[in-house]
Structure formats: C-alpha cells, structure tokens
C-alpha cells in the first residue's frame, strides 16, 4: 500500500483478556516503530526493529508487552493480560534504514474496560 | 534516558505568531524534528533542522536551535486556523537509531 497500514483501527476488551494489534509498513521501509499515545504523556516510545538486527524493547512498559515482526515486514504488537491502564492509541511508523522521516499510521484505539 | 519536554497547551489569535518551545536532554548529531497531528489523524513531518544549524527557515516555518540549552523552538507566523493541531518535537539520542518524541504541544487559533 501506498501508506502505513493499522488494524483494528478501534478495539474495546475487558480487562484480563489478550489483544493484537498489527502494523504493515511501507514496503521497502526496514526500519519500524512502535509508539503509546496516551492522553497528557506524549508520544511514548515502545520497541524498534531495524531490518534483522536484534529489535530495541527498551520501551516496552512490563512483560505483558512482547512484538514481533515477520520477515522483515509485518508487525504484531501483543498485550497480554490487559489492564485498563494500557487504554491509548497505538501508533506504528517505519522509515528508511539509519533514521529520516518516520511515516505513521494512524493507530490503532485501545479501550480497556 | 532521553527525556524531551514542552508546554501542552498554546492559544493565539489568527494572524498572530505562535512560537512552541521544547527541550531535550541528550541528542545525537544528526537532525531534530518537527512533527504535526491533525485531529484524527496519524503524525506527520512538518519540518526538521540538522544539529550543526541554529536556524532554519521554511515559507512560514522558523526553526531555532540552541544546542548549548538543549533547545528547540517552532515559530509559525501568520497563524491560521488550518495550523490548529498538536505539535511534536522529536530528537534521535546518541547512540541509538529511534527517535523520542515530546509530550506535544496542542495548538489553538482563535478566529
């Protein structure tokens, strides 16, 4: 596609259940971002994959947050266990390798109950 | 780590400047950014600065930087009711390839 791709664009869970939110990148792009929107905190950085090197995590919030991306492409951004705290928008980017101009998607709203 | 603050709230009137301010604590030589979020909308790269600039200049868009602060501000002139949106600034950190984004800034011009 010709942008980032985001789904589900909204997702309402109760609390304790599983979600995946998943994230396709530009093609070509190597470089992907996974960022917490939460109202009043910013933009919240959570993880980086970079082509095949090891991913950054160092923002993933506790162990109930883990990512995954396939071949190189596809991202899944998984939450277990869910708590109403983690109720934000989930935003994905990719870029060129080694930095330049992130291009996001439009994110996916997490609700919590 | 990498900590980047601004003023969450800017109110001016339509045809006036509107300056957004933000700091960072640690910055790798290599460009700071601008982002704009547009209700309902994902962020999008208004404008960036390379490290080794103290001003860059962009039809209405003025960035300063001041390294020796840590200090980046976004100056829009002739604010129009378009240009309502949350501003991010955004800095790479030394050593790393991500980039840490402020707290954003929610712009509103007043017609």
């Known amino acids: 596609g010709a942008g980032v791709s985001q789904s589900p664009s909204n997702k309402v869970t109760e609390k304790g259940k599983d979600v995946e939110l998943r994230c396709d990148p530009i093609?070509?792009?190597?470089?992907l971002y996974w960022y917490r929107q939460s109202l009043g905190q910013g933009l919240e950085f959570l993880i980086y994959?970079?082509?095949?090197?090891?991913?950054?995590k160092s923002g993933l919030p506790s162990d109930r947050f883990s990512a995954e991306r396939t071949g190189g492409s596809v991202s899944t951004l998984t939450i277990q266990r869910t708590q109403q705290e983690d109720s934000a928008v989930y935003l994905c980017?990719?870029?060129?390798?080694?930095?330049?101009?992130?291009?996001f998607g439009e994110g996916s709203r997490l609700t919590v109950l | 780590g990498e900590d980047v603050e601004q003023s969450l709230f800017l109110s001016v009137r339509e045809g006036d400047s509107s300056v957004i301010n933000c700091t960072y604590t640690?910055?790798?030589?290599?460009?700071l950014y601008w982002y704009k979020q547009e209700p309902g909308a994902g962020l999008q790269l208004l404008t960036y600065?390379?490290?080794?600039?103290d001003m860059k200049q962009d039809q209405r868009l003025t960035v300063l930087l001041n390294k020796k602060d840590k200090h980046l501000s976004l100056r829009i002139a002739d604010t129009q009711t378009g240009d309502s949106a949350i501003y991010f600034c955004?800095?790479?950190?030394?050593?790393?390839?991500?980039?840490?984004f402020g707290t954003g800034t929610r712009l509103t011009v007043i017609p």
């Open positions: 093609s070509g792009h190597t470089a």
């Open positions: 980017a990719s870029s060129h390798p080694y930095g330049g101009e992130l291009f």
């Open positions: 994959f970079q082509g095949n090197s090891a991913p950054d």
């Open positions: 955004a800095v790479p950190p030394t050593g790393a390839n991500n980039l840490f």
């Open positions: 640690d910055s790798s030589s290599t460009y």
């Open positions: 600065i390379f490290s080794n600039m």
